[in-house]
């Protein structure tokens, strides 16, 4: 074993950091290739006036899908796909940056959505409510908004439902994101935390923790999560729990990494445009319907999505809303595998739209990635 241990070259420093310069050059060549190809692609288009006009989401999915599939490692599939986006969204802002609208204030996991779905090079734009959201893309004063839909524990997020009863605004994407809950201030360790300041619902999601690390510490909620880590930038003795954006944004440190008490917690948001999307490959399709004012008995929502079923359509998600048009009158938003102008969609839909008082595609868009 010895004499074989000297056959073996040392690993020479030098000539690896070399390899790995010369590699990083051709990286930020290609890039610059890249980058210029975009331009080129603005050229094609003509004058559309807007980065908006220059945006295919459906497009972007199949290059992010095809990046999973290329990927051999050693780098995570959500690593590549991260650096990818960012690549992506810097090469668009060349033309002029998008305008994201989504539920504020800065520092909330929504943000964080935007940031995953998006890349950094967007300019992204807070709001106070879902409604203001949907209300400044609806008039173009952003591109596109993010809203949450439903998270996985707590249930459909019933505001962002109501809204697609008015708004005339298409569902054009949708991001997954894990709830990593961090504990996050300007302290230099644990014994030196007085209260922690968050949201209900984040408090809730991390109680085991807090109760075996922190059991003695005032627990504070708050409005939203960015309030939180405000109060602890602003107060002495005062920590937040919230996402990294938080941290980000209120100059705060991370103390404790990941404290929730589910790891599995998660929370789906639609991104909403002007327009609906041409197929990417592999879609999901959204619509709001309700049965006929002269359906009734047994078995009504069963005959009303038969249709479905007939042509083999897989139906992933369905939430009733009071339709708001009279009491005890209810529309279903329907989540279903495929995109509406494939045919058997089309088909199913169509029957559906037969058989219904209502009938709404609010979209048709890629599944979530990563």
Same mark, same amino acid.
């Given at each position: ?244 954006? #938080?941290?980000?944004?209120?100059? /705060?440190?991370? &103390?404790?990494?990941?404290?929730? %008490?589910?790891?599995? @917690?998660? =929370? +789906? ?25 002269? #359906?009734?008995?047994?078995?009504? /929502?069963?005959? &009303?999505?038969?249709?479905?079923? %007939?042509?083999?359509? @897989?139906? =992933? +998600? ?25 045919? #058997? ?26």
């Amino acid at each position: 074993m010895a004499g074989k241990g000297k056959d073996i070259e040392p690993l020479d420093l030098t000539k690896i950091r070399q390899r790995i310069n010369e590699v990083d050059e051709r990286i930020q060549a290609l890039i610059s290739e890249r980058a210029t190809i975009a331009q080129m692609v603005g050229v094609a288009k003509g004058d559309l006036g807007s980065a908006v006009d220059y945006y295919r989401p459906e497009r972007e999915a199949e290059v992010l899908r095809g990046v999973v599939e290329r990927n051999k490692g050693p780098m995570r599939d959500d690593e590549m796909l991260r650096l990818f986006r960012e690549i992506m969204s810097a090469c668009l802002a060349q033309q002029e940056p998008l305008k994201i609208g989504f539920l504020g204030p800065e520092g909330t996991f929504t943000q964080t959505a935007v940031f995953k779905h998006f890349g950094h090079s967007v300019r992204a734009l807070p709001f106070h409510t879902i409604d203001e959201v949907f209300q400044e893309v609806e008039c173009g004063a952003a591109d596109f908004g993010v809203v949450p839909i439903e998270n996985s524990t707590e249930g459909a997020v019933n505001n962002t439902l109501d809204m697609f009863l008015t708004s005339p605004l298409k569902i054009s994407g949708e991001i997954e994101l894990k709830i990593e809950q961090h504990l996050m201030g300007s302290m230099p360790g644990l014994e030196n935390i007085e209260r922690i300041c968050a949201h209900e619902q984040s408090l809730a999601q991390c109680r085991g923790w807090l109760r075996e690390y922190l059991p003695h510490v005032e627990l504070i909620g708050m409005s939203s999560n960015a309030a939180g880590a405000r109060r602890a930038r602003d107060e002495d003795g005062t920590a937040a729990i919230g996402p990294e954006v #938080a941290a980000d944004v209120y100059e /705060l440190k991370i &103390l404790v990494n990941n404290i929730e %008490d589910r790891p599995d @917690n998660a =929370t +789906r948001f639609l991104v909403v445009g002007r327009n609906l999307l041409a197929a990417s490959g592999d879609d999901k399709t959204t619509i709001l319907v309700s049965t006929s004012d002269t #359906a009734g008995g047994a078995g009504v /929502l069963h005959h &009303l999505l038969q249709p479905l079923a %007939d042509q083999g359509v @897989n139906m =992933t +998600r369905i939430e009733s809303r009071p339709s708001q048009r009279k009491k005890w009158d209810y529309v279903f938003f329907i989540d279903i595998v495929g995109h509406a102008e494939e045919s #058997a969609v089309a088909d199913a839909l169509a029957n559906l739209e037969k058989n219904s008082s209502l009938f709404r595609v609010l979209g048709a868009y890629p599944k979530a990635i990563g």
